[in-house]
């Protein structure tokens, strides 16, 4: 278990209430409770990299601004996709350069998997939003697939672990092939991520303060085989989107020829059009 505790109090709760969403007088006790935060993913992140995720660690703000619609009334701490990877496949999807300057919190476009901390309680999830297509192309493959190995993953996930999309919420022992495509199907009807997590009442999460941080991290761990098996890269391509991404570098290096070449030419032109003219100045002297 990490040695990084999340000692979470009253306070730490109290800072994220409505009425407080849009103080900015709170951005101090909410920057205490997102460092600390910080640190305890930060220190369980070497648990991650053995089981083989590629991830980055980032947070949402603590202090209202125009990322968060000047209101903070939780603070995420989550990992995704390495940036390279995040690269490739907005290059593939052709994402607007602002888009992806102003990326959303948690990512609608990659699948993730942190802690939430509002006024309510905490909370460890795995979640996926439709946007996230070849991530979602991969958890459909999986489910279409005759291997077992996906259910096994969903079968290893503690009991106290729930599927959800909204309001739906089906427990991970009764999450058979059929139930999480019907989620799934909901997701994208909604337009809302499916989640796999654990959520703890602040009450409970108050009473059990010096153990709790060490329960999320064993949630959040043990959503790390489902992670890896559904997020999408050039090593878990199951909907076989490499060549298309190989057809963009080759289309890249095309451009970059033709414009290269098409640099030289017009620096050729130049220098003639320079000597020509170096040459009549030659002349009426």
Same mark, same amino acid.
């Given at each position: 278990?990490?040695?990084?505790?999340?000692?979470?109090?009253?306070?730490?709760?109290?800072? &994220?209430?409505?009425?407080?969403?849009?103080?900015?007088?709170?951005?101090?006790?909410?920057?205490?409770?997102?460092?600390?935060?910080?640190?305890?993913?930060?220190?369980?992140?070497?648990?991650?990299?053995?089981?083989?995720?590629?991830?980055?660690?980032?947070?949402?703000?603590?202090?209202?601004?125009?990322?968060?619609?000047?209101?903070?009334?939780?603070?995420?701490?989550?990992?995704?996709?390495?940036?390279?990877?995040?690269?490739?496949?907005?290059?593939?999807?052709?994402?607007?350069?602002?888009?992806?300057?102003?990326?959303?919190?948690?990512?609608?476009?990659?699948?993730?998997?942190?802690?939430?901390?509002?006024?309510?309680?905490?909370?460890?999830?795995?979640?996926?939003?439709?946007?996230?297509?070849?991530?979602?192309?991969?958890?459909?493959?999986?489910?279409?697939?005759?291997?077992?190995?996906?259910?096994?993953?969903?079968?290893?996930?503690?009991?106290?672990?729930?599927?959800?999309?909204?309001?739906?919420?089906?427990?991970?022992?009764?999450?058979?092939?059929?139930?999480?495509?019907?989620?799934?199907?909901?997701?994208?009807?909604?337009?809302?991520?499916?989640?796999?997590?654990?959520?703890?009442?602040?009450?409970?999460?108050?009473?059990?303060?010096?153990?709790?941080?060490?329960?999320?991290?064993?949630?959040?761990?043990?959503?790390?085989?489902? &992670?890896?098996?559904?997020?999408?890269?050039?090593?878990?391509?199951?909907?076989?989107?490499?060549?298309?991404?190989?057809?963009?570098?080759?289309?890249?290096?095309?451009?970059?020829?033709?414009?290269?070449?098409?640099?030289?030419?017009?620096?050729?032109?130049?220098?003639?059009?320079?000597?020509?003219?170096?040459?009549?100045?030659?002349?009426?002297?």
């Amino acid at each position: 278990m990490t040695s990084v505790p999340l000692l979470l109090t009253a306070q730490d709760f109290d800072a &994220y209430l409505p009425e407080r969403g849009g103080s900015k007088a709170f951005s101090r006790p909410r920057l205490e409770v997102k460092q600390r935060a910080i640190a305890w993913a930060r220190a369980l992140q070497p648990r991650l990299a053995a089981l083989g995720l590629r991830v980055d660690l980032e947070a949402s703000d603590e202090h209202p601004g125009p990322r968060n619609g000047h209101r903070v009334e939780a603070q995420w701490v989550f990992f995704t996709r390495h940036v390279a990877e995040r690269d490739e496949l907005e290059r593939l999807a052709g994402r607007p350069l602002v888009e992806a300057m102003e990326p959303s919190i948690p990512p609608t476009r990659h699948v993730w998997v942190g802690l939430r901390l509002d006024a309510r309680g905490v909370e460890v999830s795995l979640g996926v939003h439709p946007e996230a297509f070849a991530d979602v192309g991969n958890l459909r493959a999986l489910l279409a697939s005759s291997d077992g190995d996906a259910r096994a993953v969903l079968a290893a996930l503690p009991d106290e672990l729930r599927l959800a999309v909204g309001d739906a919420r089906v427990p991970v022992r009764e999450a058979t092939a059929e139930a999480i495509a019907e989620l799934i199907g909901r997701a994208t009807a909604d337009w809302a991520p499916l989640s796999i997590g654990w959520s703890v009442g602040r009450e409970v999460a108050l009473e059990h303060a010096t153990g709790i941080g060490d329960e999320l991290e064993g949630a959040l761990v043990a959503l790390g085989p489902v &992670y890896r098996s559904i997020a999408w890269s050039r090593d878990n391509d199951l909907v076989l989107l490499a060549p298309r991404l190989a057809g963009l570098e080759d289309d890249r290096a095309r451009a970059h020829a033709a414009n290269a070449a098409a640099h030289d030419r017009w620096t050729a032109d130049r220098q003639v059009e320079h000597a020509r003219v170096a040459g009549l100045a030659r002349a009426r002297r």
